[in-house]
């Protein structure tokens, strides 16, 4: 099982830049493929990136694409959101979650999630 838990959200202004952590506790946290989701008001949760177990490979949402990086330190067992020229509509919480099979966009192939760290981006 593994544990995770995010930080770096806050309140910032748009065209500014974030960066997400999420942390992770337990065992081989190089199995897992990771992704991160938002959920903004009263909207679903959707998908934002993920990548694969070795960092190689990832995938990004087209509403942030060419504004985002994701990226991982198997060392540090952490995983890395980086959100360059913010929007209002970047406004959500974001969720880092861990997959045993293969990263997806779909969070029900995801069996771990975080609590979740609240962006707000203001004009």
């Known amino acids: 099982q593994v544990q995770l838990v995010e930080s770096g959200g806050g309140l910032v202004q748009s065209g500014d830049s974030l960066k997400l952590s999420c942390t992770a506790s337990g065992d081989h946290f190089s199995w897992y493929e990771l992704g991160w989701?938002?959920?903004?008001?009263?909207?679903?949760?959707?998908?934002?990136?993920?990548?694969?177990?070795?960092?190689?490979?990832?995938?990004i949402a087209a509403p942030v694409k060419g504004r985002c990086t994701i990226y991982r330190d198997n060392v540090e067992n952490a995983v890395y959101l980086?959100?360059?020229?913010?929007?209002?509509?970047?406004?959500?919480?974001?969720y880092c979650a861990a997959a045993v099979g293969g990263a997806t966009i779909w969070q029900q192939d995801y069996g771990y999630w975080g609590q979740g760290t609240q962006v707000t981006v203001s004009t």
């Open 37 to 59: 989701f938002r959920q903004a008001p009263a909207q679903e949760r959707e998908f934002v990136a993920a990548i694969s177990r070795n960092g190689v490979d990832t995938m």
């Open 82 to 94: 980086e959100l360059n020229n913010l929007k209002t509509e970047d406004t959500a919480i974001y």
